[in-house]
């Protein structure tokens, strides 16, 4: 256990543990002895404590746990402990104690002689006791151990982050000057951007959209015809493209990519609209339907779980849920607007979405593992709205959210926390040269990858837990 910074009262007598205590005080007091075995005093039983001047004294010991950061404060002291502390005086006395928490951290309650979730405490000295603070960083995430600015190549500008895999290589797409000007495809890792996919592409609006631990990478890029078609990218070094096909019409994008292959997206069908598909391994292409209207989008696959969007008779459009080998749409409410949407899933069927509101705002959403059709309102950091981006198997969800200006910040989430935490407030400390504004992806391992400012400028950043 710890005890950071622990301050005590009045004088000390012999280094972080001897004081004398202040006499009694009326009202609002605890008391810190129950009786137990040891010297009886007036009919009581009390825990023997070092005699002092012919009287009794019991001893008081401070210490601090939890994942945060604080103090316990021993109210008038001017002296701080380095560690667990302890303080003594006689018996009867009081002490009035204070827990601080370092900010961002939170003060999240006492344990032992002092109980309940107020900062302050009061006290009385009937025997040798022991009082805890527990300190949590917020929403009770871990705060990152290290925090990496990824390099870029000179001339590269606007690198959009997408996806992340469990080796710590991300996917996205940057505005680059070669082979021709425009938006291309990229992946890279958090010692630089290692490789244009699109080297291999001559013509520029390529982006990569997802990334499997194998290296396997999906996304969309123009052929030699001028269509937009999904594409598979090798892991590298080979990085060879392989073309995915449509149902009948021009052009296709492919979202995610599971563990074996298996590719999800949309595809343009031989008469009108789109329809969510998935690819498996033998080059088979799934028509996945809708939910009685025109269109669809399939955007997620872990394991069995596709999830997306999809239109309804009515023409309005639901987030769904399927699973392989049926392919049912199963579909989602709102959060009392007119649409909604599943974007990622994880592999025990958990959804991470977004959905319009009532009044035209939209904000991230999850869904629990079936058969939980429930859509939960991550919320915002005070703004308007929020965008989610990428959920781990340990239900871990990043995106981007609004603070009250209007303005982007990084976010993380998970049912446990209960609540939206601003990514930046679990930055290591120390760090103040960084804003984080975006959280594009987070994998199983903890690591998070997104894009914001270092010193003003934008970066890629890449966190290590």
């Keep these: 256990m710890r005890c950071a910074r622990v301050l005590v009262v009045a004088s000390l007598i012999a280094g972080c543990g001897s004081v004398v205590v202040p006499e009694p005080r009326d009202g609002g007091e605890a008391d810190a002895g129950v009786t137990d075995a040891g010297q009886r005093d007036g009919g009581v039983e009390r825990d023997a404590g070092p005699e002092r001047d012919g009287g009794v004294e019991y001893t008081l010991t401070a210490t601090v746990v939890g994942v945060g950061e604080g103090s316990i404060q021993f ?4 002296r701080a402990c380095p560690s667990d502390c302890e303080v003594s005086g006689p018996s009867g006395s009081t002490v009035d104690l204070r827990a601080e928490a370092l900010a961002p951290d939170e003060f999240r309650g006492w344990s032992g002689a002092c109980s309940g979730l107020e900062p302050t405490c009061r006290l009385t000295l009937t025997r040798n006791a022991t009082v805890g603070a527990e300190f949590s960083t917020p929403g009770g995430f871990r705060r990152f ?4 600015e990824v390099p870029l190549p000179e001339g590269w500008s606007t690198v959009e982050v997408l996806d992340l895999n469990d080796d710590g290589v991300f996917v996205g797409q940057a505005d680059l000057p070669f082979p021709a000007l425009g938006y291309f495809a990229v992946r890279g890792d958090r010692g630089g951007v290692i490789e244009s996919l699109e ?3 001559t013509l520029p609006g ?8 194998a290296g396997w990478t999906v996304g969309g890029a123009a052929n030699a015809q001028g269509d937009g078609r999904a594409v598979i990218w090798a892991p590298r070094p080979k990085a060879f493209p392989i073309e995915l096909g449509t149902f009948g019409g021009a052009d296709s994008v492919g979202f995610s990519i599971a563990r074996d292959n298996r590719v999800v997206g949309w595809a343009d069908t031989a008469t ?9 391994p033998d080059g088979t292409m799934h028509d996945l339907g809708t939910l009685g209207g025109t269109n669809s989008i399939a955007s997620g696959i872990a394991g069995d779980w596709i999830v997306g969007r999809a239109q309804r008779a009515d023409g309005e459009w639901r987030g769904f849920r399927a699973r392989a080998p049926d392919f049912e749409l199963e579909q989602l409410g709102t959060l009392g607007g007119d649409w909604s949407s599943a974007f990622r899933v994880n592999r025990a069927g958990a959804i991470l979405g977004y959905s319009g509101l009532p009044d035209g705002r ?3 959403v999850y869904v629990a593992p079936p058969p939980a059709v429930e859509l939960v309102d991550i919320g915002t ?10 959920m781990n198997d340990s239900h871990i969800a990043v995106g981007t959210a609004q603070v009250l200006g209007g303005d982007w910040r990084a976010f993380i989430w998970s049912p446990s926390a209960g609540r939206i935490v601003d990514l930046n407030d679990l930055l290591p400390r120390g760090e103040t040269e960084w804003e984080l504004t975006t959280a594009a992806g987070i994998n199983n391992r903890g690591q998070v990858v997104g894009t914001g400012t270092f010193l003003g400028q934008p970066a890629i950043f ?3 837990p």
Excluded: E
């Excluded at 151990?145 to 990496?148: A, L, V």
């Design 272 to 280: 009108s609209g789109m329809h969510g598909f998935l690819r498996t």
């Design 206 to 213: 390529s982006r990569a959209l997802g990334i499997n631990d």
């Design 75 to 78: 109210v008038g002291s001017v």
């Design 462 to 464: 890449f966190l290590d």
């Design 381 to 390: 950091l005070g703004g308007a709205d929020s965008v989610p981006y990428l």
């Design 362 to 364: 939209s904000h991230a």
């Design 145 to 148: 151990r290290t925090i990496t």
């Design 199 to 201: 080297s291999i592409s």
